[in-house]
């Protein structure tokens, strides 16, 4: 945390956005001060600022996605820069193009930010040592998916304030999960308490070592808890048969009506997305109340707006400021 | 008397016949003739003066590559790498493109070898045809041209029935059967070592009891038919529990051998950190506890051979994303330095202990009569300057592959000279 009574001074020195396990407390509150900066852009009647006028944005996509490909697209839109779409599905692994010719490709025809989306962990580490642009990660494998911790807890923020002390639960396929990982280092640099809640089966090796607690039930947890983030199963990633069913799996993970009840009556529902009704959530409970899921995508677009800025401002070698208004 | 050649004033260390002294090393005909005080004037001298003379050192587990990807390694470049490694033996694994599998790929690899004329150069042959760990392959015809033991290196033999019957088949040839212990169904999609990195780099994790798992089978099966001639070896085993299999077996006597590599010794699970496939390795790179146990297990006198499981491949493959490149690291040409950081400068062996382990001990595993410098031997040697310090280039290896990840790392012990069969085939410049 920044030391206090010590006013701004601090800069911005990252180019690349690998990871949150990398940055401070510091810089994560300073990207996020920048984000709550741009929303007003967002507001306003002709949606764009010019900071990123002339520049060139890469969505360079290894796997399926539309939510996290369209914000960046749109994050880097309102900033005035041109965006190339490169979806490059299943082409990742030893066959074809190898990731680092594909880059250098891209670095040929002069892109300023990629913003990579890959199925190995590391693959953004990977591509920022080989080529000059900026590398914004939007997801690897299941290492890291920083924007998504980011626009995570600039939801929070915006809702309760701050998170310290805050108490959050994160449930579902820890193992497998780059947006758990992501909420993790995010939410407990900034002084949250976070617990993993989901099957033994789904928890990673040597969890003790990680800065969270676990549980292996949600009945345990759902009472204790100002946040709670459900996390999409993906079919897709699952190996074998870690749980016996979906039925099972929704009667112990489900985030239902019934299990609401015993929550918080301020508690804030989370969900990634895209949403699995009826399995990790009610619909009931996902358009409840309680629900910030919607929110999430709209702070998803500022949070990317200022990431797309700062690495922007740290690759000119101009020391990154916030522009308000 | 043929050509003669004497190495004089040298400390020389045979530890088969217990010389630990200084004196002087006659070769004549390719071959030992004197371990002492030599008089008698020599035409061709070596003055190993201030350096270790020691019988030619043996990796029992080396990749060359050939047939199938030359382009990574080929025999005559992996003789050179070895000799420059002061290795005037080594044991080639099956794990080629098409594998070792029958006698006539044996004798290529012999072939390619003598057309090289640095090293010795023996092979592996499959257990199973393809290595597929299904169909046992012609051992008896493999071992018939040459093949010093059997293994599917690279891929554990899956099926405990298949490992059974090869166990039981190969006691008619008397030769290892050697296997890279790995459950496939437990290893999964892992790529490094499953633990605290694995969970926070988001990479599949290779859990250490996948390669437990394995070995406690085995050695069940070992334990089962042991009244024949059975012989089992580990190869290079990575984890503390293996180490306490391994000690529990041979406190049983039984007849079961195991090997060690640097990485396993020098490097942990967090040298992955940034996604460095120099370090994507199987079995993968564990952890510090396993590393003091490996030690311990050297220490104690477990482990029986100290190997390189030496394994090139393209910078090009390498490049790749950690999920996606391929597993190994070369360390033939730095293995000797590495295992004197290893294991000499903290006291866990002597100079003998050490040379023991790779020569004497893993020629007996292969059943072949080298490692020592008795009388009539063929002269294998290796002059080692145990005070050189220098820094590890690997822009210099012989080896046509530079996966190394030990590259600018300050090591101490220098291969000086290498001699096959009394021809210098490798001089330090």
Known sequence: MAEKGKTREFKWQRKHLLGLRELTAEEITYL???AQGFEEISARAVKKAPPLRGKLVVNLFFEDSTRTRNSFALAA????????????????????????????????????????????????TLLSKYINACVVNAGDGFCEHPTQGLLDVFTIRKRKGSLKGLKIAIVGDISHSRVARSDMWAMTKLGAEVTFVGPPTLIPPKVDQLPVKVSYSLDDVIEKVDVINMLRIQFERL????FPSVREYSHYFGLTVERMKRAKPDILVMHPGPINRGLEIESEVADGKNSVILQQVTNGVTVRMATLFLVNQAAAGKPAEIQNG | ??????????????????????CDVLIADEKFVEVGHVKKPVANVIDATGKLVVPGLIDIHVHFREPGDEEEE?????????VAGGFTSVVCMPNTTPPIEDETDVEYVHRKARKARKTHVYTMGAITKGREGIELAEMGFMAQAGAVGFTDDGNGVQDVSVMLRALKYAQMFNVVIAQHCQDDKLAGKGVMNAGYYSTI??????????????????????KKIKAGTVRYHAQHISTAGSVELIRAAKKQGLPVTCEATPHHLLLTEKCCAEYDTNYKVNPPLRTQKDIEALKEAIADGLVDALVTDHAPHLQSEKE??????????????????????????????????????????????????????????????????????????????????????????????????????????????
Request: glycine share 10%; aromatic share 6%.
């Open chain 2, 74 to 82: 080929t025999i005559a470049s992996g003789s050179a790498a070895a």
């Open chain 1, 32 to 34: 996020l001060d920048t």
């Open chain 1, 239 to 242: 190996g074998g048969n870690p």
């Open chain 2, 201 to 222: 780099l988001g990479l599949p994790g290779l859990d250490p009891l996948a390669e437990e798992a394995m070995l406690w089978r085995d050695i069940q099966l070992v």
């Open chain 1, 77 to 124: 839109n309102r900033l005035s820069a041109d965006v190339v779409e490169f979806t490059k599905k299943d082409s990742s692994v030893s066959k074809g193009e190898t990731l680092l010719d594909t880059a250098r490709n891209l670095e040929a025809m002069g892109i300023d930010i990629v913003v990579i989306r890959h199925n190995a962990g590391g693959a953004p």
């Open chain 2, 320 to 429: 790749l994303e950690f999920l996606a490149a391929p597993f190994g690291l070369i360390g033939m040409e730095c293995a000797l330095p590495l295992y004197i950081k290893a294991l000499i400068e903290p006291g866990i062996l002597d100079w003998p202990g050490l040379i023991r382990l790779m020569t004497e001990k893993p020629a007996k595993i292969i059943g072949v009569d080298k490692g020592t410098m008795t009388k009539g031997r063929q002269a294998d040697v290796t002059i080692i300057d145990p005070n050189a310090e220098y820094k590890i280039d690997v822009s210099a290896f012989r080896s046509k592959s530079k996966n190394c990840p030990y590259n600018g790392w300050s090591v101490k012990g220098r291969v000086e000279t290498t001699i096959v069969g009394g021809e210098i085939r490798f001089s330090h410049e």
């Open chain 2, 1 to 22: 008397m043929g050509d003669e050649l004497l190495i004089k004033n040298g400390h020389v260390i045979d530890p088969a016949n217990k010389i630990n002294r200084k």
